[in-house]
C-alpha cells in the first residue's frame, strides 16, 4: 500500500534547527571569522542545523590547544588506567544517548534508522574495545648481550587530525578518536561537512565525561581549507583520512614536507564472485545488501559482481527480485530499507555514472523505485540500478561510483574469475561464494584485497582490522593495527658495564 503524506510526516517528527559551536579547548566556539555552514537533511532537503565554518585561523587554535594538551601537558599526565576509564565513561554516554544520536545521523545522513542504531551501538564497543588496550601497550626487551639493556617502548606519535567522510560519521569518527585516545594521542576531528552533528555530538560527549582541554577538539569546516591546512601544520604530527583516494594522493603529497605519519583508509570498487556451486538462497541477498545497504555508500561494498556464466540468467533474476522489494523512504519511518544519497551534488554525481553505464551500451537489467511521497520531493533519491551486458573496460566497471549502482559480469572458470577481480587499481574487499570451500579459499587468497569475504558479506570486526591493498590505502584501522598506527617505536639503550 502506497503511503500517504501524512503517514511519513508521522515518521518525521518535529526537530528544532539546531545551531553547534566547534568545540576545541574544552569550550564551544565560533569560527574566528564568525561564518556559518548549513547542514541538510538529505531525505526532505530542509537545513537542520548550522555549523561554524572554520579556517586557517581556527586551525592554529585548534592545533595549540592539542599540542599544549599533548607536550607536557593535561592529557599527557593521564596514566593509562584513567585514559581507560574515561573511554569507557564514553562508551557508556554513546549507550545512553543512543536512540538521540541515531536519529541524528539518520536526519544529516539520510540512512535507515535500523543501521544509524548499529552504528552508535558499534562506536559505543570501539570506545569499550579501545578502553581495553590503553592498559596492555607494552614494550620489548630484546637480548642485546651483558653490557646494556635495551628497552623498547611504544610512544603516543603526538596530535593526530582526524578527518572524516560522510557515509559513517559517528562510527568513522569513533573508529579513529578511540585508538587515538587510548595511544595517549591529542586530537582533532574535522567531520565532512555534510553531516558533522553527531562528531559534534562526541564533543559534548568527551566534555561530559571530563576529557582534559584540548584532548579532542572537534573543528568544522571544509576539506580544502579546515583539512588542507591540518595536513600542511607542522604542529599536526599524524593524520588518519577515510575518504577518496584523490584526497588521499593530495594528503600524502602536502603532508611530505612535514613529513606526516600517514593513515589512509580510501575507496574501492570491490567485487563479489559467485561460482555455480554457491548456496544462492544465502548469497543473492548478501550480494544485493552489498551493494544497496546504505544506497551503496559504504567504501566496502560491492559493486562489481561476477558471476558463473551458467548460473547468469537466474541471478539476474533474482537480483530483480530483490531491488523491486526496497523500499524507498525517509530513514526514521521504520518501513524505509532504502533512503536518500547524502547530497544533491553526490547525487548528481550517481546520476552521471547511470547516464555514462547506458551510453557504454551496458544493460539496465533492473531499477528500482522512487518514493512516492511529495513530502520527500525533495530528497535526494536515487533509482537503485543494476546493469548487466558490462565489459571490463567500461568506467561502470573501473570507477568507483559510490552510490547503488551494480555492475554484472560474468566468468567460466576461477582463473577468469580471479583475473577480473584483480583487474582494478583498488584493492579494499571481496566476496566470494561458493558450496566448495577448497575453491573459495584458494580464490579469496588469489585476490589483492585487504579484507575478503567467504560465504559472508560486509563484516568488519573491531576486533580484527580493516584497510586497503593498491590504491584503496595505506595502513591499517581497528584491532590492534588501527593501535599502532597511533603509536612510535623508540628505544632506551641502557649501559651496564661498569
Ligand atoms: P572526500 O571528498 O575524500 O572527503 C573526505 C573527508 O576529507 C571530508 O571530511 C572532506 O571534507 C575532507 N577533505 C576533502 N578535501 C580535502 C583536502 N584537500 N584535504 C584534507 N581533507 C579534505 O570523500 P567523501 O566524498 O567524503 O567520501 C567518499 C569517498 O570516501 C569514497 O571514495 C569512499 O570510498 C571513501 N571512503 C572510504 C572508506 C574506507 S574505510 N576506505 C570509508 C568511507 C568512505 P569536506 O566534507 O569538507 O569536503
Not at 587515538?180 to 591529542?186: E, H, K
Amino acid at each position: 500500500m502506497a503511503k500517504t503524506d501524512t503517514d511519513v510526516k508521522e515518521s518525521l517528527p518535529e526537530f528544532s534547527r539546531a545551531d553547534y559551536g566547534n568545540y576545541i579547548n574544552g569550550a564551544w566556539c565560533e569560527a574566528v571569522s564568525g561564518k556559518r555552514g548549513d547542514v541538510y537533511d538529505p531525505g526532505i532537503g530542509d537545513v537542520i542545523a548550522t555549523v561554524p565554518q572554520g579556517e586557517s585561523a581556527d586551525v592554529d587554535v585548534a592545533v595549540g590547544a592539542a599540542r599544549r594538551a599533548f607536550d607536557g601537558g593535561s592529557w599527557s599526565k593521564v596514566n593509562p588506567r584513567d585514559r581507560s576509564r574515561l573511554l569507557l565513561r564514553i562508551s557508556e554516554v554513546l549507550r545512553r544517548d543512543r536512540d538521540r544520536l541515531a536519529e541524528l545521523e539518520v536526519r544529516q545522513q539520510g540512512k535507515a534508522l535500523a543501521g544509524a542504531l548499529w552504528d552508535v551501538e558499534e562506536s559505543a564497543f570501539i570506545f569499550e574495545y579501545y578502553a581495553g588496550w590503553a592498559t596492555k601497550i607494552s614494550g620489548e626487551v630484546p637480548p642485546i648481550g651483558p653490557d646494556a639493556l635495551s628497552v623498547i617502548t611504544k610512544e603516543p606519535v603526538g596530535v593526530a587530525a582526524l578527518i572524516t567522510p560522510w557515509n559513517f560519521p559517528i562510527l568513522m569518527a569513533a573508529q579513529k578518536v578511540a585508538p587515538a585516545l587510548a595511544a595517549g594521542c591529542t586530537c582533532i576531528l574535522k567531520p565532512a561537512s555534510d553531516t558533522p552533528l553527531t562528531s559534534l555530538e562526541l564533543g559534548r560527549i568527551a566534555e561530559e565525561v571530563g576529557l582534559p582541554a584540548g584532548t579532542l577538539n572537534v573543528l568544522t569546516g571544509s576539506g580544502s581549507t579546515v583539512g588542507m591546512d591540518l595536513v600542511r601544520h607542522p604542529g599536526v604530527d599524524k593524520i588518519s583520512f577515510t575518504g577518496s583516494s584523490e584526497v588521499g594522493r593530495t594528503i600524502m603529497r602536502e603532508g611530505a614536507d612535514s613529513l606526516k605519519r600517514v593513515t589512509l583508509e580510501l575507496g574501492g570498487k570491490n567485487p563479489s564472485i559467485v561460482f555455480a556451486d554457491a548456496d544462492l538462497e544465502q548469497a543473492i541477498p548478501a550480494i544485493c545488501q552489498a551493494i544497496f545497504f546504505n544506497q551503496g555508500q559504504v567504501c566496502g561494498s560491492c559493486s562489481r559482481t561476477l558471476i558463473e556464466e551458467s548460473i547468469l540468467p537466474q541471478v539476474l533474476d533474482a537480483i530483480a527480485e530483490y531491488v523491486k522489494a526496497l523500499r524507498p523512504g525517509y530513514g526514521l519511518d521504520p518501513e524505509t530499507t532504502f533512503g536518500p544519497l547524502v547530497s544533491r551534488a553526490h547525487l548528481e554525481t550517481v546520476s552521471g555514472y547511470i547516464r555514462i553505464g547506458r551510453e557504454e551500451g551496458a544493460q539496465v537489467a533492473v531499477e528500482g523505485a522512487l518514493p512516492e511521497d511529495e513530502r520527500l520531493k525533495n530528497g535526494n533519491f536515487v533509482r537503485p540500478t543494476v546493469f548487466s551486458s558490462v565489459r571490463p573496460e567500461m568506467r561502470i566497471a573501473r570507477e568507483e561510483i559510490f552510490g547503488p549502482v551494480l555492475s554484472v559480469l560474468s566468468f567460466r572458470d576461477a582463473d577468469e574469475a580471479v583475473a577480473l577481480a584483480n583487474d582494478t587499481n583498488y584493492g579494499l574487499s571481496a566476496m566470494v561464494w561458493s558450496g566448495d570451500m577448497g575453491k573459495a579459499i584458494a580464490t579469496a587468497r588469489a585476490v589483492r584485497a585487504g579484507t575478503v569475504w567467504v560465504n559472508d558479506n560486509l563484516q568488519a570486526p573491531t576486533e580484527a582490522l580493516w584497510g586497503g591493498f593498491k590504491h584503496s590505502g595505506i595502513g591499517r584501522e581497528l584491532g590492534q593495527a588501527g593501535l599502532e598506527a597511533f603509536l612510535e617505536l623508540k628505544q632506551l639503550h641502557l649501559r651496564t658495564r661498569a
